[in-house]
């Protein structure tokens, strides 16, 4: 099984990236995953259910320790094609 997750940190700080948010790019930048794209106000990365779910731990422990009051992150289910599971497809609509 595939996993995305989006994943943003707060509070927002719009001159420079606070520790947290920091923190939390790093985790997913350095975990063994197979997409990461990182911005300034989301973030999101792909990979097999077992790395995500490992990033997502390690995210919320030391993201948290870094001084973040809010995590709010979705996890979804993708197909090896990248598409959600759960999504629509052209006929469906």
């Given at each position: ?28 930048q ?50 090896a ?13």
């Amino acid at each position: 099984m595939r996993l995305r997750v989006e994943f943003t940190t707060e509070p927002f700080d719009l001159d420079e990236a606070p520790a947290h948010a920091v923190v939390a790019r790093e985790v997913v930048q350095g975990a063994d995953l197979d997409a990461v794209d990182v911005g300034p106000f989301g973030n999101t990365a792909e990979g097999g259910a077992e790395e995500v779910l490992a990033a997502v731990g390690k995210l919320l422990r030391e993201s948290l320790a870094a001084g973040a009051t809010r995590v709010s992150l979705q996890v979804n289910v993708v197909d090896a094609a990248g598409a959600d599971e759960g999504a629509a497809g052209e006929g469906d609509r």
